[in-house]
């Protein structure tokens, strides 16, 4: 299995199954050439080099967050490669999910008396045209300090826990930095994936946590409709990280499906 994640990445599924990652160009792992070109179409041949490398003939891949779009972009333009896809709470167009999650965060930035930063987020998720990552919208998500991490799990606790995972990764604060040198690839999640959907021929899971703030109702349903051998596993207790959450039942519910499609 080919993991593709938006960040720097961790998982209980390594006891299922054998998998590689992606070459992390950036996100705290691999360093980057200063005149190198990043984009999507480069982390894709990235992909089909390390599969020829190993010499495997097709693969199943799981994209998690901004790694469900290189994910996507990568089963259509490679289907010979690509067994079968686990979309793990994909981030398949930016504007969307700024625009769930921006309301979400201006009501407790209100709830922490930072009446300015919150109206910024309600003037910004009603921009009549799309949002793009030059709006920066993470900036004043991030206004939220401490409490910006609970946007991304079901309850505080297990953003505490996340944390503390991270403070006991042992990176050191140079493989840290690195972690934004991915900022040429900013731009892909902003740009509309959604229609692609119906072009996808291979045997897919679309992940994602009750409480998830990345992938909006509206593009699971889009799913549901549009990709003929798709199926939706919801996460009852889990947001955007369910392998942290709940790691037996996420596990149980990725090696099922590649083991049925992939194996």
């Known amino acids: 299995m080919l993991g593709l994640h938006g960040g720097s990445g961790s998982s209980p599924r390594a006891e299922h199954q054998a998998r590689g990652g992606r070459?992390?160009?950036?996100?705290?792992?691999?360093?980057?050439?200063?005149?190198e070109p990043l984009d999507v179409d480069v982390l894709i041949d990235d992909f089909e080099a390390v599969r020829e490398h190993l010499?495997?003939?097709?693969?199943?891949?799981?994209?998690?967050?901004?790694?469900?779009?290189?994910a996507l972009r990568y089963a259509l333009r490679c289907p010979e490669s690509v067994r079968a896809v686990?979309?793990?709470?994909?981030?398949?167009?930016?504007?969307?999910?700024?625009?769930?999650?921006?309301?979400?965060?201006?009501?407790?930035?209100?709830?922490?008396?930072?009446?300015?930063?919150?109206?910024?987020?309600?003037?910004?998720?009603?921009?009549?045209?799309?949002?793009?990552?030059?709006?920066?919208?993470?900036?004043?998500m991030q206004e939220l300090d401490e409490?910006?991490?609970?946007?991304?799990?079901?309850t505080p606790e297990s953003a505490r826990a996340f944390e503390e995972l991270m403070e006991?990764?042992?990176?050191?604060?140079?493989?840290?930095?690195?972690?934004?040198?991915?900022?040429p690839l900013l731009d892909a999640m902003y740009q509309p994936q959604v229609h692609l959907l119906a072009g996808l021929r291979v045997p897919?899971?679309?992940?994602?946590?009750?409480?998830?703030?990345?992938?909006?109702p509206e593009v699971v349903e889009t799913y549901r409709t549009e990709v003929a051998r798709g199926a939706v596993h919801t996460f009852a207790g889990s947001g955007h990280f369910a392998y942290h959450e709940e790691p037996e039942e996420y596990a149980g519910v990725i090696a099922s499906f590649v083991r049925e499609h992939a194996s």
């Open 23 to 35: 070459p992390t160009r950036g996100a705290a792992v691999r360093r980057r050439a200063p005149d």
């Open 204 to 216: 897919s899971l679309l992940v994602h946590g009750r409480s998830d703030l990345v992938v909006p």
């Open 86 to 140: 686990v979309f793990d709470c994909p981030c398949w167009d930016g504007d969307l999910t700024d625009r769930l999650r921006l309301p979400v965060v201006a009501a407790r930035l209100e709830e922490a008396g930072k009446v300015e930063a919150a109206a910024a987020c309600r003037h910004l998720a009603a921009k009549p045209g799309r949002i793009t990552a030059a709006d920066e919208s993470r900036l004043v």
């Open 55 to 70: 010499g495997i003939e097709a693969w199943a891949v799981l994209g998690h967050s901004a790694g469900g779009g290189y």
């Open 147 to 154: 409490s910006y991490l609970d946007l991304f799990f079901h």
């Open 168 to 183: 006991s990764a042992g990176f050191t604060e140079q493989q840290w930095a690195r972690g934004m040198s991915h900022q």
